[in-house]
T-cell receptor, first 112, second 112 residues
């Protein structure tokens, strides 16, 4: 069990640039989640997939954000035209339906 | 609309004593509750959970109590150890929609 893997772990980008984060879930987990955490707050739900289907998106996920899970395995989260308010830790998590959700170590984004 | 609340931002406890972390929720549809532990720059680590059909769940030094009428849960850690120093998040979900709603966290410091 290699756990949920995320990369890159840290990304510094200039405002207006696009960034992409990748998540590899625990193998055989059919659900994959993306959360965002800012300082002093708990993780906030962004979106989740069951296999390759994106089942729910939070209103926090603006049009500049897009997530994919093309083959029901790894997932990518892309942020276009980044803004300073996008600076946060982006957390990926996975689970089997009905079971505990396990988180990766997160990807820090700093927009300068 | 903070549906899960952790009203104590921080807590300091002497090593060996009991640590009690509290969490309140407002959404009566929540039926599954979890506690996660988080170290700086890492993702949350699952600690313990409880279903709404129970009022207590125990795992080693960790016990979670649920009071459904008060919409309150607590995490007891006994005895507290220096490695328990971290931020603890309470999270809740409901059947059929397993995304987690998190509280804002409580920073626990164990004093040697």
């Amino acid at each position: 069990d290699t756990g949920v893997s995320q990369n890159p772990r840290h990304k510094i980008t200039k405002r207006g640039q696009n960034v992409t984060f990748r998540c590899d879930p625990i193998s055989e987990h059919n659900r994959l989640y993306w959360y965002r955490q800012t300082l002093g707050q708990g993780p906030e739900f962004l979106t989740y997939f069951q296999n390759e289907a994106q089942l729910e998106k939070s209103r926090l996920l603006s049009d500049r954000f897009s997530a994919e899970r093309p083959k029901g395995s790894f997932s990518t989260l892309e942020i276009q035209r980044t803004e300073q308010g996008d600076s946060a830790m982006y957390l990926c998590a996975s689970s089997m339906t009905g079971n505990t959700i396990y988180f990766g170590e997160g990807s820090w984004l700093t927009v300068v | 609309d903070q549906q899960v609340k952790q009203n104590s931002p921080s807590l300091s406890v002497q090593e060996g004593r009991i640590s009690i972390l509290n969490c309140d929720y407002t959404n009566s549809m929540f039926d599954y509750f979890l506690w996660y532990k988080k170290y700086p720059a890492e993702g949350p680590t699952f600690l313990i959970s409880i279903s709404s059909i129970k009022d207590k769940n125990e795992d080693g030094r960790f016990t979670v109590f649920l009071n459904k009428s008060a919409k309150h849960l607590s995490l007891h850690i006994v005895p507290s150890q220096p490695g328990d120093s971290a931020v603890y998040f309470c999270a809740a979900s409901f059947f059929g929609n397993e995304k987690l709603t998190f509280g804002t966290g409580t920073r626990l410091t164990i004093i040697p």
